[in-house]
């Protein structure tokens, strides 16, 4: 009986896998050179979603920043959907961070008197406070921990202007694969 769970278990991801290699094949067309495709932060979520980065090599043989990406699972079949602009709150909304999306977008004509922080998208792809806080460090990129309702937040920032701010989002999204959120310093999340 044991041996038929294991069995059954090897299957299953198996399964898994090979879905997430054609799903994968499926990102990487959205690519400039789709075979040299590299993936980061994968996940599955409970609805057989997957989400994650990606990039891949431009004409010129460089790699491109990383780009988040979501496979969102409908009767068997995948809708891919790769965000170009590092805002996409459909991608979002499947792969975590919808609603400080929500709340950056609602203040996003506010003033920032105090600066803006660059938020790290709660959720799957943060991984390990210690292991998140130790890849921006190894990238020379300073951050902090805040605590929030009891919950670690790593920020980087304040910025004095949000252009800074942009920068180091997309800074650490081409250099790391981390999405992240910006947003005013102080801004009640």
Same mark, same amino acid.
């Given at each position: 009986?044991? =041996?038929?769970?294991?069995?059954?278990?090897?299957?299953?991801?198996?399964?898994?896998?090979?879905?997430?290699? &054609?799903?994968?094949?499926?990102? /990487? *067309?959205?690519?400039?050179?789709?075979?040299? @495709?590299?993936?980061?932060?994968?996940? +599955?979520?409970? $609805?057989? %979603? +997957?989400c994650g980065q990606v990039r891949g090599k431009d004409d010129a043989g460089q790699y491109e920043p990383y780009r988040s990406y979501v496979a969102i699972k409908h009767d068997g079949q995948y809708e891919i959907l790769v965000d170009d602009s590092g805002n996409n709150?459909?991608?979002? *909304?499947?792969?975590?961070?919808?609603?400080?999306?929500?709340?950056?977008?609602?203040?996003?004509?506010?003033?920032?008197?105090? !600066?803006?922080?660059?938020?790290?998208?709660?959720?799957?792809?943060?991984?390990?406070?210690?292991?998140?806080? @130790?890849?921006?460090? *190894? =990238? &020379?990129?300073? %951050?902090? #921990?805040?605590?929030?309702?009891? =919950?670690? #937040?790593?920020?980087? !920032?304040?910025?004095? %202007?949000?252009?800074?701010?942009? /920068?180091? =989002? @997309?800074?650490?999204?081409?250099?790391? !694969?981390?999405? %992240?959120?910006? +947003? $005013?310093?102080?801004? $009640?999340?």
């Open positions: 009986m044991r =041996k038929l769970t294991v069995v059954m278990a090897i299957i299953a991801l198996a399964g898994c896998e090979n879905e997430v290699e &054609g799903v994968h094949k499926q990102v /990487a *067309e959205h690519l400039h050179n789709p075979k040299s @495709a590299k993936f980061a932060n994968v996940r +599955i979520d409970t $609805q057989g %979603s +997957i709150l459909r991608i979002r *909304e499947v792969c975590g961070g919808a609603d400080l999306q929500r709340r950056a977008d609602a203040l996003a004509g506010e003033p920032a008197p105090e !600066g803006w922080d660059v938020e790290v998208v709660q959720g799957p792809n943060m991984g390990a406070l210690t292991d998140m806080t @130790a890849r921006l460090l *190894e =990238k &020379g990129i300073p %951050s902090r #921990v805040d605590y929030r309702e009891g =919950k670690p #937040v790593v920020l980087m !920032g304040p910025f004095p %202007s949000r252009d800074e701010a942009d /920068a180091r =989002k @997309a800074d650490v999204m081409a250099r790391l !694969g981390t999405d %992240s959120i910006v +947003i $005013q310093h102080g801004a $009640q999340r």
